[in-house]
Every structure is written in C-alpha cells, then in structure tokens.
Nanobody
Framework: EVQLVESGGGLVQPGGSLRLSCAAS????????MSWVRQAPGKGPEWVSA????????YYLESVKGRFTISRDNAKNTLYLQMNNLKHEDTAVYYC?????????????WGQGTQVTVSS
C-alpha cells in the first residue's frame, strides 16, 4: 500500500546543485520519520539522511553534512533533499524510504529511485 515516487535527478557538473522530491502515499506521512538512501554502481545501499516526524530534527551522513539539506512538507506528503556542491562521489540512484534504521536499507522499502550523475 505504501507508495513512494522519487523525482528531480539529472546530470550535473561538480559543484552544481539538484533538488530531489519524494511524493508519498498510502500511509500517514506526517506521523513517520523519513530517510534518503542511495546506491552507487557496484556498491551496496548507503543511508544518506533522515528527518524526524515530530520535531523535524535532521541527521546526515558525514560526507554530505553541510552540502545536503533534508526537509519535508507534511501538507503535501512530500520529502525533499536539496543537494549543493555536488561531487563525483555523489553519483548514485537516490531513493526515499519510510522509517529509520536497518529497514530503510531494504530495497523492498524504496520507490523507483531517481538517478543523480555528477560529471565534468
């Protein structure tokens, strides 16, 4: 029943910016913590960021801290990831996931994903 639809990816030069969106349905979006996860070619899934449902406190992978900003609009059932100063190492498919912890690394919990490619 849970549906997650990611969008906003694309091709960008190093130092550029992208804003990803995740449209959620099938659950009470505002009541759940949400996460972003990415998977680069030949690598396993990597947790990127999370945001609490209530107080909106945010958490980040150390390598993206200061460059990425996670946010949410509960009225629109939408999760966002603003990505600035992008690096080649950020190239991956990005997924949003409902929840927090080990469960969000399970591909069965993801949407279709959106491709982010950082290249000069």
């Amino acid at each position: 029943e849970v549906q997650l639809v990611e969008s906003g990816g694309g091709l960008v030069q190093p130092g550029g910016s992208l804003r990803l969106s995740c449209a959620a349905s099938g659950f009470t979006f505002g009541s759940y913590d949400m996460s972003w996860v990415r998977q680069a070619p030949g690598k396993g899934p990597e947790w990127v960021s999370a945001i609490n449902s209530g107080d909106g406190v945010t958490y980040y992978l150390e390598s993206v801290k200061g460059r990425f900003t996670i946010s949410r609009d509960n009225a629109k059932n939408t999760l966002y990831l603003q990505m600035n100063n992008l690096k080649h190492e950020d190239t991956a498919v990005y997924y949003c996931a409902k929840g927090w912890g080990v469960v969000v690394l399970n591909p069965d919990s993801w949407g279709q994903g959106t491709q982010v490619t950082v290249s000069s």
